[in-house]
């Protein structure tokens, strides 16, 4: 079955260690993206990418980075810049049709805290 | 003030009932997305909506839009059902930024 894989699912790092969270899917979905998932705020979007070799930031880029050398692989490294990166993540796949997402996928999610 | 609002936050049924969950937004969108979230963290999409109406299953959803406002419904509701709904619009204009609520915690009691 199509869809998307994320890990790892917990993750635990270290103040000033970078950490990479992978995400994977199988959909030929050429749009990718990821969210940050925090207690009583709707889902925020990190960055996406929507063709393999270009990406974009979304609304709260900073302290993050990502690559797309793949169609199928979209993943995202939390830097030691980023100042409060305990969250949720969430990856997200999309066909785009004009403006419209359709067949929106989304990962299982990876839970970051930072000690 | 969240552009997309949701209510309830939380809502709490019993097995059998019909629910709705609302959804507002303030300006014109070019789709708008029921999710369901349970409670390991996955997210499922359930409706993509540019008007009118959808039915799978149990679930229903209607969107009006010259109100700006969407109802998710489940009929028969039971303790399965038990997730976090989340709406989500699709904004026109030069972005396909989407813009979610905040979810409503739905919980079924058997």
């Given amino acids: 079955d199509g869809g998307i894989t994320q890990s790892p699912k917990y993750l635990f790092r270290k103040e000033g260690q970078n950490v990479t969270l992978s995400c994977e899917q199988n959909l030929n979905h050429d749009a990718m993206y990821w969210y940050r998932q925090d207690p009583g705020q709707g889902l925020r979007l990190i960055y996406y990418s929507q063709i393999v070799n270009d990406f974009q930031k979304g609304d709260i880029a900073e302290g993050y980075s990502v690559s797309r050398e793949k169609k199928e692989s979209f993943p995202l490294t939390v830097t030691s810049a980023q100042k409060n990166p305990t969250a949720f993540y969430l990856c997200a796949s999309s066909i785009l049709y004009g403006r419209a997402h359709r067949e929106l996928f989304f990962g299982e999610g990876s839970r970051l805290t930072v000690l | ?110």
């Fill in chain 2, 1 to 110: 003030k969240n552009e997309v609002e949701q209510s309830p936050q939380n809502l709490t049924a019993q097995e059998g009932e019909f629910i709705t969950i609302n959804c507002s937004y303030s300006v014109g969108i070019s789709a708008l997305h029921w999710l369901q979230q349970h409670p390991g963290g996955g997210i499922v999409s359930l409706f993509m909506l540019s008007s009118g109406k959808k039915k799978h299953g149990r679930l229903i959803a209607t969107i009006n839009i010259q109100e700006k406002h969407s109802s998710l419904h489940i009929t028969a509701s039971h303790p399965r059902d038990s997730a976090v709904y989340i709406c989500a619009v699709n904004y026109g204009g030069a972005t396909n930024k989407l813009i979610f609520g905040t979810g409503t915690l739905l919980a079924v009691q058997p």
